[in-house]
């Protein structure tokens, strides 16, 4: 087939289709960030129906039967469960705000292509409970070590990162470099 548009025509045409694709894709992301927000929602409404049969449950087992062993441990264990249910939302991380402060302190030139995020999470040692951090990986682009020597110092310094690493393979290119990093949320 011969091609008959010139190569400002095919550059224009190029341009033009890489448009619609981001904003087919941009569209799509859209649309899967709506219904992600219509599933939490949900999450939302159906814990606090949970949570308002679980304290209507406890009401009725309260006063008629608190002197009955077995039936105060069904009160005991709904509590605990009512409790967990309720401590869901309070324990969670803002992930907004880590993104926030990471964008913050990203220097000039460097761009970030990658988030891992894991929350806080409470894991059962006996009968204790404990509090597990959460952690956040990172991946990205530098231009060059300068950049990304601000970028390990930014993040050292701040408080909500601990344990701040820095693989020795983000140091080997001193331009266009591909780093990753990874920290211990301390929230």
Same mark, same amino acid.
């Given at each position: 087939?011969?091609? @008959?548009?010139?190569?400002? $025509?095919?550059?224009?045409?190029?341009?033009?289709?890489?448009?619609?694709a981001l904003s087919l894709f941009l569209?799509?992301?859209? +649309?899967?960030?709506?219904? /992600? @927000?219509?599933?939490?929602?949900?999450?939302?409404?159906?814990?606090? *129906?949970?949570?308002?049969? #679980?304290?209507? @449950?406890? $009401?009725?087992?309260?006063?008629? #039967?608190? *002197? *009955?062993? *077995? @039936?105060? $441990?069904?009160?005991?264990?709904?509590?605990?469960?009512?409790?967990?249910?309720?401590?869901? #939302?309070?324990?969670?991380?803002?992930?907004?705000?880590? &993104?926030?402060?990471?964008?913050? =302190?990203?220097?000039?030139?460097?761009?970030?292509?990658?988030?891992?995020?894991?929350? !806080?999470?409470?894991?059962? %040692?006996?009968?204790?409970?404990?509090?597990? !951090?959460g952690t956040i990986a990172v991946r990205?682009?530098?231009?060059?070590?300068?950049?990304?020597? %601000? /970028? &390990?110092?930014? &993040?050292?310094?701040?408080? =909500?990162?601990?344990? +701040?690493?820095?693989? !020795?393979?983000?140091?080997?290119? !001193?331009?266009?470099?591909?780093?990753? %990093?990874?920290?211990?949320?301390?929230?």
């Amino acid at each position: 087939m011969i091609n @008959l548009l010139s190569l400002q $025509d095919k550059e224009n045409f190029d341009q033009e289709m890489r448009l619609r694709a981001l904003s087919l894709f941009l569209g799509i992301l859209g +649309v899967c960030f709506i219904l /992600f @927000l219509g599933f939490l929602a949900i999450l939302k409404f159906s814990l606090a *129906e949970q949570i308002h049969s #679980y304290e209507a @449950l406890k $009401d009725s087992f309260a006063p008629d #039967y608190a *002197e *009955e062993s *077995e @039936l105060a $441990d069904i009160v005991r264990s709904a509590n605990t469960q009512l409790s967990s249910i309720s401590g869901f #939302y309070k324990k969670q991380s803002n992930i907004t705000l880590v &993104m926030r402060h990471l964008s913050s =302190m990203l220097p000039d030139g460097m761009t970030v292509t990658h988030i891992t995020y894991e929350a !806080p999470w409470e894991r059962r %040692a006996g009968k204790t409970m404990i509090q597990e !951090p959460g952690t956040i990986a990172v991946r990205g682009f530098s231009p060059t070590r300068t950049h990304l020597e %601000a /970028f &390990m110092e930014a &993040m050292n310094a701040e408080p =909500m990162f601990t344990e +701040v690493s820095f693989p !020795p393979s983000n140091w080997v290119s !001193p331009v266009n470099i591909q780093f990753s %990093a990874s920290a211990v949320l301390g929230l």
